[in-house]
């Protein structure tokens, strides 16, 4: 049809079809979008009417595509289309993650750390999720050849009239318990539930929490630190070496694990013999920093945006400055960067001693990856520091290699699966890998030297028959307590009361360690 046909005789000539088309389509985006929105909600947010504010959310998708779809001409739409299509795969990566909606404005202030990992978002993309995605792409662009042009008259009083229904159930919505102003309470999930990305994504730039707010909440936070082993679990014999090890992906599942016949932790599984094992639930709602950020803060993180962004936190009861009063020399390493989250400058509040990251070696002739110092490294150097002290020394150690998509060990190094470029293999030749390095480091501590060891999160591995130890909600991770060389044998791990099962918190260690040390 020609651009310049008039809008009379459009009507006038009663031909529906490119009203039908235009419909047709704009409902094919809508339920697309519909779909993709879903995969954030495993467990919808609590409401009495769920088919209501789900249909609600599938309006405001359908007036929104016709709208685009009235007002664009064909090459914009097709790029249009195309910028949907890639904001649609970083959707639906970071929902297999992490297991909730993506957030816009924290996802800008991480932006950094999301390109380091830009290679494993696209690895772990279901490849069915590919097919449906370049399918539907792919029929949208054919599609957009049979509804353009239009009439300029009827393009632009059919986006208005479509505008004005938007704007008007909106304005509806903030009268409902999803309105804008509660992105402060509940975050981004909730409203993503109604109205979905887009509008979600602006009205959370303009009313996101106040960061000052988590800093007070995060205050608070601190002093409800959980504290529920003490009361179960009998003293540790904490002498003046202490040491903790923040294992990158290390799931609770993978111990005791065998695949190809081949058992892939060895050393962990030994260790469990001799040691306090804790199932934990790992804190991960926001970022892979959460963890450590519990441990060394001495309470939960933020729940609404990464801890270590907000400015304003005193630290005062801090792990590290808490052991500086009790006579220990603390030391803290990483082999990636120091900016990877805003850790150093934290650490720095925090109070450590010495603190080293990546930067930190740049001119030494130590092993690397394309992300940093190689773990057995790091391992090596704290070693060394540990066996020279006559004092009491405390370190805090996070490992990388074993970070997904688990390529940052050598082919040479891949015992399990040899030579594998496959992600969910390479997962558990880096815990292979992981499992000789401790052990070689473990075998290398003075006498009597206290060690936790636990997992930053679940690795989100499913392969063969091989789980993750995760559900919709929760992410569990061992906590290992381990004495180098004890002096007499040190008693398995006790039951644990039924109430504390499946429920502890890295905190809870911590707490327990800290009142055994303060006595």
């Known amino acids: 049809m020609d651009s310049t046909i008039s809008n009379r005789q459009f009507v006038k000539n009663k ?43 599938l309006t405001l998708n359908l007036l929104a595509a016709a709208i685009i779809l009235l007002l664009f001409k064909r090459f914009w739409l097709i790029l249009i289309f195309i910028l949907d299509f890639l904001l649609s795969l970083l959707i639906v990566a970071y929902n297999q993650y992490f297991h909730q909606a993506l957030s816009a404005y924290y996802g800008i202030k991480t932006v950094k750390e999301g390109l380091r990992v830009a290679g494993f978002a696209v690895q772990i993309i279901p ?29 632009w009083r059919g986006a208005v009239s479509c505008l004005l229904i938007f704007i008007v159930i909106i304005l509806a919505l903030q009268l409902s318990s999803f309105k804008f102003t509660n992105i402060k309470i509940y975050g981004i999930k909730r409203i993503v539930y109604t109205y979905g990305y887009l509008i979600s994504w602006v009205a959370e730039t303009l009313k996101a929490p106040n960061i000052y707010e988590i800093s007070k909440e995060i205050i608070q936070l601190q002093s409800l630190a959980p504290d529920r082993l003490t009361k179960a679990e009998p003293p540790w014999p904490v002498g003046d070496k202490i040491v903790i090890i923040q294992l990158e992906s290390f799931d609770f599942n993978i111990l005791n694990y065998h695949i190809n ?15 306090r094992l804790f199932k934990i639930v790992s804190y991960h709602d926001v970022s892979t920093a959460d963890m450590d ?27 590290p400055r808490f052991l500086q009063q009790h006579g220990y020399h603390t030391v803290s390493w990483h082999g990636n960067h120091g900016d990877f989250f805003n850790r150093r400058v934290n650490f720095q509040r925090m109070g450590f001693d010495e603190i080293y990251f990546r930067e930190d070696f740049k001119d030494s002739r130590l092993e690397r990856s394309y992300w940093g110092v190689r773990d057995f490294e790091i391992l090596r150097l704290s070693s060394q520091k540990i066996c020279a002290s006559r004092n009491r020394e405390f370190h805090f150690i996070i490992t990388l290699d074993s970070h997904g998509p688990f390529d940052l060990i050598s082919d040479q190094e891949k015992e399990i699966f040899p030579k594998s470029q496959q992600w969910q293999q390479n997962y558990f030749n880096s815990m292979r890998v992981l499992d000789r390095d401790v052990q070689n480091y473990l075998k290398s501590l003075p006498p009597k030297t206290l060690v936790i060891l636990y997992g930053d999160h679940a690795s989100g591995v499913n392969y063969g028959s091989f789980q993750s130890a995760r559900d919709e909600k929760t992410e569990y991770v061992p906590c290992i307590i381990y004495i180098c060389k004890p002096s007499v044998p040190w008693p398995p791990s006790q039951s644990l009361p039924p109430v504390l099962i499946d429920v502890l918190r890295i905190l809870d260690i911590i ?8 006595r």
């Open 15 to 57: 031909d529906l079809t490119p009203f039908v088309l235009l419909g047709g389509l704009a409902f094919f985006w809508a339920t697309e979008n519909f779909i993709l929105q879903a995969s954030a909600f495993p467990f919808p947010p609590i409401t009495k009417y769920p088919y209501f504010y789900q249909g609600i959310r």
């Open 127 to 155: 490849p069915f999720v590919w097919i449906l995605l370049i399918g539907a792409l792919t029929i949208k662009i054919i599609w957009i050849f049979s509804i353009t042009p239009q009439p300029s008259r009827f393009r």
């Open 261 to 275: 016949g081949i058992e892939v932790t060895p050393y962990f599984n030994q260790l469990v013999g001799n040691s």
């Open 293 to 319: 950020f519990a441990v060394l803060s001495g309470g939960p993180p933020s729940s609404r945006m990464v801890s270590y962004m907000v400015p304003g936190i005193s630290y005062n009861n801090s792990l």
């Open 511 to 518: 707490n327990h360690l800290r009142r055994q040390i303060a």
